[in-house]
């Protein structure tokens, strides 16, 4: 069974920084890319940042580059997003997303970012 | 940035009834080795989005044949043949050509 399993959300002041996590389960890891997709509350969902298979290759929407770092450990099947100076206005639910736009799109259960001091 | 313009915002449809929602894309979504890079989701009350349509037009594994979507140029329809209760939710097209990824600003699908 295909699972992703995110962790490290919880509330942080303004500044400060969280790393996510997202352990998957079920399929090759390292056969796909993964995405971070993130949806404020009563919002659309907004694509985040992007890391090829090895994770040489990756790409970030304004909002965040330069804050926010995807990574990626092929050995331990695990998919993370580093996030500093932190604002207000990312607080949102963060899912993490294999192969967004393939025959094989699966999305994690989302971690809350909760920016507030 | 690809803008994704979703018609309607909003649906209320009886049960046993067709729905359709329509999505236009600000340019072309055909990648040059063919595919159609266009997506459609649904995201039920208090879950994460699921992929129903994929590359334009390939109904995900487990979707029920009465979804499917179709594509003419930049312009993309889903089609709920006969809603049911259960397909209520928030329904989101997403194009994948280019980062960053957009959507659409989502139709919300209630029953009757």
Known sequence: EVQLVQ???GLVQPGGSLRLSCAASGFSFRSYWFHWVRQAPGEGPVWVSRVDNDGTTTDYADSVRG???ISRDNARNTLYLQMNSLRAEDTALYYCGRDLAGVGAFWGPGSLVTVSS | ???MTQSPLSLTVTPGEPASI??????SLLHSNG???????????GQSPQLLISLGSS???GVPDRFSGTESGTDFTLKISRVEAE?????YCMQGLQTPYTFGQGTKLEIK
């Open chain 2, 22 to 27: 329509s999505c236009r894309s600000s340019q």
């Open chain 1, 67 to 69: 804050r926010f770092t």
């Open chain 1, 7 to 9: 962790s490290g959300g």
């Open chain 2, 87 to 91: 397909d209520v939710g928030v329904y």
């Open chain 2, 35 to 45: 595919k159609i890079f266009f997506d459609w989701y649904v995201q039920k009350p």
């Open chain 2, 1 to 3: 940035e690809i803008v």
């Open chain 2, 59 to 61: 109904r995900a594994s």
